[in-house]
């Protein structure tokens, strides 16, 4: 977990709406139990938040939905909290990957984050032949992802992978996402082809489907990634509008298009 005052991470609203704190731990939760939180978890309910015991908090770990704990030993380095009640079933996310080629650190975390809140289930940095940034950290990533979902009151977090060449991920694609469609944003397409792409899939029963949004870079895709995903039988080209977007625009305004027509909007 990502040190909370790190002035280069995300900001931050430390309450949901609710009122209450909301920590993401890997830890199994269940009634009756007691957990003892890590260092910068501690740190952040004891001296950041001035949460002391018998105070509330909700917790969530992406498995048994989202829980009630109380503070019972409020310690700076190793706060001690016991479940009391779940307050929320687990909800799964919609079946939709977001792929993507890095880009620079600020717009990367907004990518995760806002992904985040849009319900993606998977969050795959891809490199193309034209993409700039080629070292990411992957557990910046996780820890974007994490806190959006704990800010934004989900009780489930995406999947954060390694990053993997565009050709790779292709040539593995069948064996790793069998029946999964790659809906590709690309320029050359003109406007209304999401609409009417999106729009047949849905006539076709593909809400709720296993789908996969790939944005490429802010350069674009090369001739030679272009034509080898418009000759796959499990890929869709659709258009971002007349418009020329930032990548982390694009990312967002695609999975929200997508969202509306084949997700759970």
Partial sequence: MKNREDED???????????????YIEESLGAGTSLTLEKDQSHYLVNVL????????????GRDGE??????????????LALESRTRAQEP??????LFAPVKRARLDFIAQKATEMGAAVIQPVM??????????????????VEAA????????????????????????????????????DENEGPGAT???????????????????????????????????????DTLAISLGPRIMRADTAAIAALSAV????GDW
Avoid: Y
């Fill in 259 to 262: 969202g509306l027509m084949l």
């Fill in 93 to 98: 996310l919609p079946d939709i990957w977001l």
């Fill in 50 to 61: 001035r949460m002391g015991e018998g105070e509330r908090v909700l917790l969530f770990n």
């Fill in 195 to 233: 609409r009417v792409a999106l729009a047949r899939l849905a006539e076709e029963d593909k809400r709720g489907a296993p789908l996969a949004v790939l944005i490429g870079p802010e350069g674009g895709f090369s001739p030679a990634e272009r034509d080898m995903l418009r000759k796959r039988s």
């Fill in 128 to 145: 193309t032949e034209r993409t700039v940034v080629t070292r990411l950290k992957d557990e910046r990533l996780q820890a974007n992802a």
């Fill in 150 to 185: 704990e800010q934004c009151g989900l009780v489930a977090v995406p999947e954060v992978r390694e990053a993997e060449k565009l050709s790779n991920l292709l040539a593995n694609w069948n064996k790793n996402a069998p029946g999964r469609l790659i809906l590709f944003c």
């Fill in 67 to 80: 829980w009630a704990a109380r503070i019972v030993e409020a310690h700076k380095k190793n706060c001690v």
């Fill in 9 to 23: 991470g995300p900001d931050e609203n430390p309450r949901c709406a609710s009122g209450k704190a909301r920590l």
